[in-house]
């Protein structure tokens, strides 16, 4: 019997962020399991890099966005963020199995994608999609009919959807912060937001 079959099937715990007059989605795979977050919205893990570096390509301060304990991160700043500067977030994957129990791309099984077409259709405005990190870049390539970008890079669907590559935020990926930063900022002033 398949091992895989007998793990549980996760469905992905938030539904996606959407500002008004949202121009750009960001879209990770999955977020870790529970017991790792450290609030109840996208990239929860406090050692995740993404709100860093955040804080750092908008407001100068990789601790910007942490709460005052200097151990979480302030949801309602994050919030405030994403409004001002109309960035959306999601997921790629809605739902999956954790094949290693961890959240590890490599061991996460897709069970179904996103709707990345009725979730676009809430965004009017939105011409470009993020991805952070190969195994996300490699399902909205899927949905899209796409090839994946090389990391940093972007390419454009038929309808001309704008579709980049960024690196993983995790710090499972070797690349420190600030190069991280760089990618993102470089993206981020491609499309006017800084």
Known sequence: MNENIQQP???H??????????RVLIMGTFPPQPKRWS???YYPNRTNDFWPMMGLIFMGDRHALMADDGKTFDLGAIKRLLTAKGIAMSDTAHTVRRLAGNASDKNLDILSPVD?????ERMPLCRTVVTTGEKAAGVIASLTSTPVPAMGGMVT????LEIWRM???SRAYPLGLEKKAGFYAEMFRHIHLI
Request: aromatic fraction near 10%; proline fraction near 25%.
């Open 157 to 160: 669907a038929p309808d001309g």
């Open 13 to 22: 715990p938030w539904p996606p962020f959407v500002p008004d007059g949202a």
């Open 167 to 169: 690196p993983s935020t």
């Open 39 to 41: 609030m109840d919205f």
């Open 9 to 11: 099937v996760e469905t």
């Open 116 to 120: 990345l077409p009725g979730l676009l």
